[in-house]
């Protein structure tokens, strides 16, 4: 397996996570409820800390890691942010689905088989973060 494979995929994944950063802030700056406000921003703390593992791997692969989620995310946060809702039921649902679809989904396929054993424990260890979280969310849903 070529290093070069390797730090595309996790830079990918890197790119992804600072998303779900961007995302979070986004909720933190919507939500009054100050005790959901204080979940994100602890979700958001997480996701920060994986983000810096996954950039130390990519280093550490001889790679250079991405800085911000790259132009097709950027375009998403924008949307993400004018189309934001305002009631604090539908921005906890807002935010399940992006962490269900783009955090765990999308992140499992991307990790499929491409990844050395260093890597793809890194990058599971991102995913069960997401996974953890929308478990949270759906806690408060109920």
Not at 62 to 79: K, L, Y
Not at 103 to 115: F, R, T
């Amino acid at each position: 397996m070529r290093n070069e494979t390797v730090i595309e995929e996790l830079n990918t994944l890197l790119r992804g996570t600072f998303m779900g950063i961007r995302s979070l802030e986004h909720y933190i700056q919507t939500v009054d409820d100050n005790g959901l406000k204080k979940n994100f921003q602890s979700m958001q703390q997480e996701v920060k800390q994986n983000a810096q593992k996954i950039a130390e791997r990519i280093q550490n692969l001889g790679g250079v890691p991405a800085d911000d989620e790259g132009v097709s995310g950027s375009i998403h946060s924008f949307m993400h942010k004018v189309m934001l809702p305002d009631d604090t039921k539908d921005i906890i649902e807002d935010a399940l689905k992006g962490m269900d679809n783009y955090g765990v989904a999308y992140s499992e396929e991307l990790v499929k088989g491409d990844l050395d054993p260093e890597s793809r424990q890194i990058a599971e260890e991102v995913i069960d973060t997401s996974r953890r979280h929308v478990q949270q969310l759906r806690k408060l849903l109920h």
